[in-house]
C-alpha cells in the first residue's frame, strides 16, 4: 500500500537548520510530486513548498523562501525539507504528503505521513 | 493571513446534519479539498474533486460548492466526527496552495 515513513522528533537550538526525511513506498516514485505542511502547536495547517520527485523542481511558500529547501533522492524513493535559521515559530510538526491531481482543477494531499516533531529551544 | 476563510468552530447535535463552509476567490475557478483532523493524529483525506469520497470515508460526508464558496456536509453527524476541518486549494496566484484555517467540529 501507499506509505510514507518520516524520520524521527528533533531538538534544535535557534539559528540551526534542521532536514526532515520522508520515505515514500508503495507507488512510482517519481509519478506524484510531493507537498510538506507544518502545524505549529494548537494552529492550522500550514502548505510549506512541494517538489517534483522526478526533476527536483520546487515551488516554495513565500514566507519561507531563502530557509526552505526540498530535495529528494531517487534511488532511495526520499524527500527532504530542510529549513534554516530556525527560530522559536519553526516549532512545529512536519507533514510530507503526496499530491494527486486531476486535470488542472482539483488537487488533492493523500496520503500523509505520520509527522515529525522538530523543536526549536535554547 | 489565509486566502481561505473558516468558521473557527460550528456545533451539531448528534444525528443532526451540519454544513462547514469555505470561502475563498480560488474557489471560483477549482474545487476545495478538505480534511478531517483529529487530535494527535495526522490529516486524512474526506472530500476530493467535486464530490469524491476516498475508501473508507463514510456517506454520510459529501462536498458541494458554488461561486467562491465550498461546503463539507455531514449528514448525520456521529460522535466520531469530531474532529477539526480544514479545506484546501490552489491560491489564486495559481503557483501556491493554501488551507482555510479549520473549523472546530463539536457534536453535541
Known amino acids: 500500500q501507499v506509505q510514507l515513513v518520516q524520520s524521527g522528533a528533533e531538538v534544535k537550538k535557534p539559528g540551526a537548520s534542521v532536514r526532515v526525511s520522508c520515505k515514500a513506498s508503495g507507488y512510482t516514485f517519481t509519478s506524484h510530486w510531493m507537498h510538506w505542511v507544518r502545524q505549529a502547536p494548537g494552529q492550522g495547517l500550514e502548505w510549506m513548498g512541494i517538489i517534483n520527485p522526478s526533476g527536483g523542481v520546487t515551488i516554495y511558500a513565500q514566507k519561507l523562501q531563502g530557509r526552505v529547501t526540498m530535495t529528494r533522492d531517487t534511488s532511495t524513493t526520499t524527500v527532504y525539507m530542510e529549513l534554516s535559521s530556525l527560530r522559536s515559530e519553526d516549532t512545529a510538526m512536519y507533514y510530507c504528503a503526496r499530491d494527486n491531481s486531476v486535470a488542472d482543477t482539483s488537487w488533492w494531499f493523500d496520503p500523509w505521513g505520520q509527522g515529525t516533531l522538530v523543536t526549536v529551544s535554547s | 493571513s489565509s486566502e481561505l476563510t473558516q468558521d473557527p468552530a460550528v456545533s451539531v447535535a448528534l444525528g443532526q446534519t451540519v454544513r462547514i463552509t469555505c470561502q475563498g476567490d480560488?474557489?471560483?475557478?477549482?474545487?476545495a479539498t478538505w480534511y478531517q483532523q483529529k487530535p494527535g493524529q495526522a490529516p486524512i483525506l474526506v472530500i476530493f474533486g467535486e464530490n469524491n469520497r476516498p475508501s473508507g470515508i463514510p456517506d454520510r460526508f459529501s462536498g458541494s460548492g458554488s461561486g467562491n464558496t465550498a461546503s463539507l456536509t455531514i449528514t448525520g453527524a456521529q460522535a466520531e466526527d469530531e474532529a477539526d476541518y480544514y479545506c484546501?486549494?490552489?491560491?489564486?496566484?495559481?503557483?501556491?496552495?493554501?488551507f482555510g484555517g479549520g473549523t472546530k467540529l463539536t457534536v453535541l
Open positions: 480560488s474557489l471560483r475557478s477549482c474545487y
Open positions: 484546501n486549494s490552489r491560491d489564486s496566484s495559481g503557483n501556491h496552495w493554501v
